[in-house]
């Protein structure tokens, strides 16, 4: 019901900055909220940032201050800037629709933090 084209990640040095931008197709439903989430190896997928319908938008702890999600041009667009990276902040991103209760899931783009 929902389909996702993801883009942005990649190798960077720490301090680096990357952005993340997501296109969310939806049929049938309407999205509530877009986000986007992380998960490293051997662990679980946690929230980074959403935004809302009202674009309201709240934060991971870990990425208060140093990211920023944002609408993109087009309609169910998301981007997320990511400044000041961590090698830390290293994994896959997932794009996150929430609709109708339920959540969809881009197929996740690798960042990779590393010097």
């Known amino acids: 019901q929902v389909q996702f084209v993801e883009s942005g990640g990649g190798l960077v040095q720490p301090g680096g900055s990357l952005r993340l931008s997501c296109t969310a197709s939806?049929?049938?439903?309407?999205?509530?909220?877009l986000g986007w989430y992380r998960q490293v190896a051997g662990g679980e997928r946690v929230l980074v940032a959403h935004?809302?319908?009202?674009?309201?938008?709240n934060y991971a702890d870990f990425a208060k201050g140093r990211f920023t999600i944002s609408r993109g041009g087009a309609q169910d667009t998301v981007d997320l800037q990511m400044n000041n990276l961590k090698p830390e902040d290293t994994a896959v991103y997932y794009c996150?629709?929430?609709?109708?209760?339920?959540?969809?899931w881009g197929q996740g783009t690798l960042v990779t933090v590393s010097s």
């Open positions: 935004i809302f319908r009202d674009d309201t938008t």
């Open positions: 939806a049929s049938e439903v309407s999205i509530y909220a």
């Open positions: 996150n629709a929430f609709a109708l209760g339920s959540h969809y």
